[in-house]
């Protein structure tokens, strides 16, 4: 699998650490200290199929490619506009494609997942190309009174066109059940026959958790991952990893020990975009022109499930 062309695309509106500062207990120095982040871009009037769409027709631009091209639509969200229809589905409508569309939830790695799945299903014959859009619209699940979340998250998509070449040279993914450190409970319905009901409650995390296994599984997976494609960190050209917080990124370098040059950042100016994250940097400094055809990737990312995900591959793309 290779991937042909990338996309994103955020919300018009940019909300800064000053901004948040006029309505909760916090600076942007607090901020910018403890997460790297000094502005994030929030959804006010789009949607999210809106922004998917944006980010689908910029990656399938960039690969030269129309969406009647396409064999198979993955989305990964969190929570999407509608629960059903799938995102998938509507996009799939939205760019006039004709092919099977489904959603994924691996949380922050949905990314990773979906990759994986996509090269899957054209190992399997399935399909030949593949459209992968990661559509995040964290702020609507958050609690704007928790300082310690709403802080960290934006919103946004990213979007990959792959197909059968040659390019991914390993994958590794994970999942630990763990409900109790990062979690969201939606609306427990009013069914009379219901003898338990969760009560609706916004973004939970605790945040001394999630760092400590967030390093430890980025370095370990990206360790695995090389292993398994047969290449050292030192040959790795460019460590794309989750935009979750600098200091989470800055210290997965350290343990692995390598030069601060190879991991490009955007958290700074987008937040955490959950799975949206690593596809909206690696279209970022694609567009940018840092990359070159050749160059080896290697992709990290963790989020609720407890799930990590990790990827090598060989940019191809001139």
Same mark, same amino acid.
Request: charged share 20%.
């Given at each position: 699998m290779?991937i042909?062309?990338t996309g994103?695309?955020?919300p018009?509106?940019? =909300?800064?650490n000053?901004?948040?500062?006029?309505?909760?207990d916090?600076?942007?120095e607090?901020?910018r200290?403890h997460t790297g982040?000094?502005s994030?871009q929030v959804i006010?009037d789009?949607?999210?199929l809106?922004?998917?769409?944006? #980010?689908?027709e910029a990656?399938l631009?960039?690969?030269?490619l129309s969406?009647?091209d396409?064999d198979?639509?993955?989305?990964?969200?969190?929570?999407?506009d509608?629960?059903t229809p799938?995102?998938g589905?509507?996009?799939?409508a939205?760019?006039?494609?004709?092919?099977? #569309?489904?959603?994924?939830?691996? #949380?922050?790695?949905?990314?990773?997942?979906a990759?994986?799945?996509?090269?899957?299903l054209?190992?399997?014959?399935k399909a030949?190309?593949v459209?992968?859009?990661c559509a995040?619209g964290?702020?609507?699940?958050?609690?704007w $009174?928790?300082r310690?979340t709403c802080?960290?998250?934006?919103d946004?998509?990213?979007?990959?066109?792959?197909d059968?070449?040659e390019?991914?040279l390993?994958t590794?993914l994970?999942?630990?059940?763990d409900?109790a450190h990062?979690?969201?409970y939606p609306?427990?319905?009013?069914?009379?026959?219901?003898a338990?009901?969760?009560?609706a409650?916004?973004?939970?995390?605790?945040?001394?958790?999630?760092?400590k296994f967030?390093?430890s599984?980025s370095v370990s997976d990206?360790?695995?991952?090389?292993?398994?494609?047969? =290449?050292a960190?030192?040959?790795?050209?460019?460590?794309l990893?989750?935009?979750a917080?600098k200091r989470?990124i800055?210290?997965?370098?350290?343990?692995?020990?390598?030069? #601060?040059e190879k991991?490009p950042?955007?958290?700074?100016?987008r937040?955490n $975009?959950s799975?949206?994250?690593v596809?909206?940097?690696?279209?970022e400094?694609?567009?940018a022109?840092?990359?070159?055809a050749?160059?080896?990737?290697?992709?990290s990312?963790?989020?609720?499930g407890?799930?990590t995900?990790?990827?090598?591959?060989r940019w191809?793309?001139?």
């Amino acid at each position: 699998m290779r991937i042909l062309g990338t996309g994103s695309a955020l919300p018009a509106h940019t =909300v800064t650490n000053d901004d948040l500062a006029r309505f909760l207990d916090t600076s942007d120095e607090w901020i910018r200290t403890h997460t790297g982040i000094r502005s994030r871009q929030v959804i006010t009037d789009e949607t999210l199929l809106q922004l998917a769409r944006r #980010a689908a027709e910029a990656a399938l631009e960039n690969a030269g490619l129309s969406a009647a091209d396409m064999d198979y639509i993955l989305c990964s969200s969190v929570l999407p506009d509608t629960i059903t229809p799938s995102l998938g589905c509507v996009l799939q409508a939205e760019i006039g494609a004709h092919c099977p #569309a489904l959603d994924v939830n691996g #949380a922050c790695a949905g990314f990773l997942y979906a990759l994986d799945l996509a090269d899957a299903l054209i190992a399997s014959g399935k399909a030949g190309r593949v459209l992968v859009v990661c559509a995040e619209g964290m702020t609507r699940m958050v609690d704007w $009174t928790d300082r310690s979340t709403c802080v960290l998250f934006g919103d946004g998509a990213g979007a990959a066109v792959v197909d059968g070449g040659e390019g991914l040279l390993a994958t590794h993914l994970t999942s630990q059940g763990d409900a109790a450190h990062l979690n969201m409970y939606p609306d427990p319905g009013n069914s009379p026959f219901a003898a338990r009901r969760v009560p609706a409650r916004a973004l939970h995390m605790d945040g001394p958790e999630i760092y400590k296994f967030a390093v430890s599984h980025s370095v370990s997976d990206l360790r695995a991952v090389c292993e398994k494609a047969g =290449v050292a960190l030192e040959e790795i050209d460019h460590f794309l990893l989750h935009q979750a917080n600098k200091r989470i990124i800055d210290a997965a370098r350290a343990r692995l020990k390598q030069p #601060a040059e190879k991991f490009p950042m955007n958290v700074e100016a987008r937040g955490n $975009t959950s799975s949206a994250s690593v596809p909206i940097l690696l279209d970022e400094i694609h567009r940018a022109g840092l990359l070159r055809a050749g160059e080896l990737l290697a992709m990290s990312a963790f989020g609720a499930g407890l799930t990590t995900g990790a990827c090598v591959l060989r940019w191809t793309k001139e």
